[in-house]
């Protein structure tokens, strides 16, 4: 593989940088400056050491690339267009407009080659880890001797905003001690952040620190393509370290008045300055999204090497099928994201028979069941695996010197576990799930978030869901937590209010097309019996769970633990002479989904009185009850006292449900 660096090579690079010099140009709004820095390692891997087909970006084995410093999405983007990816050379004019293939940050769904959905800092960084710990575990379930069949790199280019987010360091953490010898990233060492230069608050030895993490560590000269060649050749001959590559570049290269300054990190260069930076680099100043000939001719050469790799895996994954049929089958079945027919014969259904029973513990005894079904389930909690019972028992460990476990130990790092995991399931080929406590959520949820930009088909487990929590008082207690969640376009939250609900509510995220989050009781709650009926239910969002006779005179809607309250305080309404109906409602994204009929069944808008009962905020309840309702909810932060007694102290009693009730049914003149 040719090291040295030739004069069609400096021309292609200076293609990207003026691209994304007039992109931005043009848009009035973006960042240049990364690109103009960076563009000489970015060619140097593209054209030397990525392993892709431009014309089929799905490919199962390729390299992944991930653009951690997302704002410089036009590095990126050049790339993709040039190289010859279903993005057009003009798209690259429509820069950050509406309806564009190029929009201000790289988003997975929206630009053909984008691996992931970038822009805060830090994320793609950690995701990384997610894909390379996939490929990693993935090639030690299906390579065989004499047939290697997932064999491919993780890249990324990340920069100093990347590093100073406490995200990369958990991640980078975790690389380091899984040994990610083909996770590769590219630093882009400038030096300058918005506000002027790194040394305002980031002064650390950026290598010592990475080297403690165990990651090995080498420095180039970033804008000497050729030493950036001679330093992916150094990480890539390491296989049990990642590869930090100390890439020095100068923000705006090539720009004689704001080249190495702040000015030139997210603002256009503006015209005169554009004109000179060209005539510095001698390009014709004249010109705008000018691409010579020569120059487009030489990036295209990605397609046809793309396409003869990609056709050689072809040749080994057909030997591969001949000697390991079974094998060859699961694998391609798993990088299809298809599931075994039948496979939810595997879940348990549940009766009262067997007793009272936390839906957590209910969660784990569904995913042990389903494991021996889904190879590709795999997951794990930030240390807290014996109470989220999340582990999978006789699988073993994902770690250092054993991938084809199925347990991730993350250790207390929930930000960058939320992201593997979303990495993992960007990757393909499996189904990855987290587990920790719901009111740490708080430290996941711009993973959460990007996951549900993304689609990714990954499983966030919370446990511990409500004041339930008990002893441990408000640190430990979640009370907004679901409305926050509930907030969150493209995330399903389920919060499931017994075992049966809860194996219906693990179907739905095994099922599902993004991701999803159980929220789950770390107190006993009892088994209802009828696995069928509620299943069909939960798979509606909600449904009826205990009827009036005849019109209700009252609805008692409520999630988790609370149906159990509700069921409470139906019984003493009837004694009352009172009809109330309880509806279960453990998913309100999916009830929303249903047709008008169906909803209008299960909460009749003729019955006025409503009462919501859910141990956290009534944030977003006032949909379902209406004007004339109640809520059953905390409005403040917990304490420190056994479950039973918060509850009773906080108002989630059947009696209080029943004062609720006779208060909506009052209002609502009934």
Not at 172 to 193: E, F, P, V
């Amino acid at each position: 593989m040719a090291t040295e660096t030739t004069e069609l090579d400096q021309l292609c690079i200076n293609t990207i940088r003026t691209l994304a010099i007039d992109s931005v140009q043009k848009a009035n709004s973006g960042h240049a400056g990364a690109p103009m820095g960076a563009a000489p390692m970015a060619y140097a891997l593209w054209s030397r050491f990525l392993k892709h087909n431009p014309a089929n970006p799905a490919w199962a084995d390729r390299d992944r690339f991930i653009l951690s410093a997302g704002h410089a999405s036009l590095l990126l983007y050049s790339l993709l267009a040039l190289t010859g990816y279903e993005l057009q050379l003009a798209e690259l004019e429509q820069f950050r407009q509406w309806s564009s293939r190029t929009p201000g940050h790289p988003e997975s769904l929206e630009t053909p080659g984008v691996e992931i959905t970038t822009g805060p800092l830090g994320a793609g960084f950690s995701m990384g880890v997610g894909m390379a710990l996939a490929e990693r575990h993935l090639g030690a379930q299906f390579n065989k001797p004499g047939h290697t069949i997932v064999d491919h790199y993780t890249y990324g280019i990340c920069s100093d905003g990347d590093l100073m987010e406490g995200v990369a360091s958990e991640a980078a953490s975790l690389a380091g001690t899984w040994g990610l010898g083909k996770l590769i990233y590219l630093y882009d060492d400038n030096g300058i952040t918005i506000e002027g230069e790194t040394s305002l608050a980031f002064t650390e030895d950026v290598g010592k620190r990475f080297e403690a993490y165990g990651w090995h560590v080498t420095p180039v000269d970033g804008n000497d393509m050729a030493d950036v060649l001679a330093g992916l050749e150094r990480a890539r001959k390491e296989q049990r370290r990642p590869s930090l590559i100390m890439a020095k570049t100068t923000i705006g290269y090539g720009s004689p008045h704001k080249a190495g300054t702040a000015e030139a990190h997210s603002n256009p260069l503006g015209e005169e300055e554009v004109r000179l930076t060209k005539l510095a680099l001698d390009w014709p100043s004249d010109s705008s999204f000018f691409v010579p000939e020569e120059a487009l001719a030489e990036f295209r050469k990605a397609g046809p090497r793309g396409k003869q790799a990609e056709a050689d895996w072809l040749v080994r994954l057909a030997a591969y099928t001949d000697a390991y049929p079974v094998e060859a089958a699961l694998l391609q079945r798993v990088q299809a994201g298809e599931l075994p027919e039948q496979w939810q014969l595997s879940v348990p259904s549940f009766s009262s028979a067997d007793g009272a029973m936390a839906t957590r513990a209910a969660s784990g005894k569904v995913l042990n069941a389903i494991a021996a079904t889904l190879s590709e389930l795999v997951g794990g909690s930030a240390d807290l695996a014996p109470s989220n019972n999340t582990h999978l028992n006789g699988y073993g460990d994902i770690g250092a010197n054993e991938a084809s476990g199925r347990n991730i130990h993350f250790g207390v790092r929930e930000h960058a576990m939320g992201n593997i995991v979303s990495g993992m399931a960007m990757h393909g080929g499996l189904i990855p799930y987290s587990g920790t406590f719901l009111v740490f959520s708080d430290y996941m949820r711009p993973a959460i978030r990007l996951a549900a930009i993304m689609k990714a088909h990954a499983v966030f487990v919370f446990t511990h869901d409500s004041i339930g929590v008990g002893e441990d008082g408000p640190t430990h207690q979640p009370i907004e937590h679901l409305s926050s969640l509930r907030a969150m376009p493209g995330l399903c939250v389920i919060r499931p209010a017994d075992a049966n609900e809860t194996a219906a509510a693990w179907k739905l995220a095994i099922e599902g097309a993004g991701p999803t989050a159980l929220i789950l009781t770390r107190q006993n709650l009892p088994t209802m019996d009828d696995a069928q009926t509620i299943e069909a239910g939960t798979r509606r969002g909600a449904y009826i769970l205990a009827d009036a006779e005849g019109t209700p005179d009252v609805v008692l809607l409520a999630t988790g633990s609370e149906v159990e309250v509700a069921l409470g305080a139906r019984t003493l309404l009837a004694a009352e002479g009172i009809q109330a109906r309880v509806v279960s409602m453990p998913c309100w994204e999916i009830f929303d989904a249903q047709p008008e009929d169906y909803r209008r069944g299960v909460i009749p808008p003729a019955v006025r009185a409503r009462v919501s009962v859910e141990a956290g905020v009534s944030h977003g309840w006032h949909r379902y009850t209406g004007d004339y309702g109640e809520q059953v909810s905390i409005e403040h932060f917990g304490a420190s006292a056994p479950a039973p007694i918060l509850f009773e102290k906080f108002g989630f009693t059947p009696q209080n449900v029943v004062t609720k009730a006779k208060e909506s049914i009052r209002r609502s003149g009934g």
